[in-house]
């Protein structure tokens, strides 16, 4: 059985409560938000009948967890609790003799486990992904094209106000989002911060955004994306460096510039593709005119190929600031150079 959407996948999980869930779950999504969210529903469905939940959740790595002792605690009865929920994080990671071992797993399960696999994705074609959607269930959450993800994720804002008691507007949504850019775990965060400063408040509006939450200058974004595009180092870099220097968060900075360069990567698939700039206006209707020709300009000018490139470097960047302990400047600075040469 497979989906592919969140909210799908929870009428599903709904609908298999409380005796009918599935003894096996992959779920593939490349946001790690979007996975986490998926997975806490999950597990507060399956354990909501145990005395202590929290105890009969396991949740490992396969980075740095292998296979055999994975399967040895898969392996295990569980003596004073029904069910018991093992996660395993970045399954993809494993080679084809572990994934094979897992595979073997799925044809006799542990009824008294119910075991979730996590991945940003995994091909389709494996035996392995195959296996795992006859034997379970697989929630596979296709990325989303920007234009597409900025309205979903704006729906999800509001959603997530509502559900907490609060009335948030499109357009107050929205704001939020051009401010932050579409990465769901900053924006959960600045959405709970105005939740708290809005106190008994029902709605949030701009002011409330505009009073506490993170701000970038978008007009000096633009100039930077400006800069990159026509491979002017020097002055990518001062923006960049004045830009930090002012405490925007680095990973709000890369989102921005991620958009820009999608965006700018769209437009040239179009015209690649035999699309014309009225087609462009279509998907964009605020590109008209001057501002229409020279996004033109700056996407066939950067080219498709530099475009793949640049945004493989910024998601590699954006991994490195979560993950090394490399100064964020020197990050900064050097994505700026390969962006630009």
């Known amino acids: 059985m497979k989906y ?14 409380p005796h009918h869930f599935s003894d096996i779950y992959l779920i593939l999504a490349k946001e790690s938000f979007a996975r986490k969210q998926a997975i806490d529903k999950l597990a507060a469905l399956v354990l909501k009948e145990e005395k202590s939940p929290d105890l009969c959740l396991q949740v490992f790595d396969a980075e740095k967890q292998g296979i ?13 609790v029904k069910k018991r929920v093992i996660v395993i994080h970045n399954v993809d990671v494993w080679d084809k003799a572990s994934t094979s071992k897992l595979e ?28 795992a959607e006859k034997a379970g269930v697989v929630l596979d959450i296709a990325e989303e ?8 994720i704006a729906e999800w804002l509001r959603e997530e106000a509502v559900a907490q008691g609060k009335q948030m507007t499109s357009s107050v949504s929205q704001l939020l989002i051009k401010q ?10 600045e959405l709970q911060k105005l939740i708290c400063y809005v106190g008994e408040k029902p709605t949030i509006d701009e002011r409330d955004i505009g009073a506490i939450c993170t701000s970038i200058n978008l007009d000096t974004v633009w100039q930077l994306g400006e800069a990159l595009f026509r491979k002017d ?5 001062r923006i960049s460096k004045g830009l930090l220097n002012e405490g925007v968060v680095l990973i709000a900075l890369l989102r921005q510039i991620r958009s820009q360069f999608q965006t700018e990567y769209h437009l040239c698939s179009i015209l690649s593709n035999g699309g014309t700039p009225d087609q462009i206006t279509q998907e964009y209707p605020y590109m008209k005119g001057a501002i229409l020709d020279r996004h033109i300009r700056q996407a066939q000018g950067y080219g498709m190929q530099r475009f793949r490139e640049g945004l493989l470097a910024i998601d590699d960047t954006e991994l490195k600031a979560k993950n090394s302990a490399i100064d964020l400047d020197v990050l900064a600075e050097m994505l700026i150079i390969k962006l630009t040469s």
Do not use: M
Request: glycine share 4%; with cysteine.
């Open 4 to 17: 592919s959407t969140l909210s799908a996948f929870e009428k599903h999980l709904i609908g298999s409560a």
């Open 68 to 80: 055999e002792a994975l399967l040895y605690e898969l392996e295990n009865l569980a003596f004073f």
């Open 104 to 131: 073997a797993y799925f044809t006799s399960p542990n009824r008294a486990i119910c075991l979730v696999l996590s991945a940003a994705s995994i091909n389709r074609s494996t035996t392995f992904y195959k296996k």
């Open 145 to 152: 094209k920007p234009w597409e993800r900025e309205k979903t």
């Open 180 to 189: 932050l850019g579409t990465d769901q775990t900053l924006l959960h965060g």
């Open 233 to 237: 180092a020097a002055t990518a870099l």
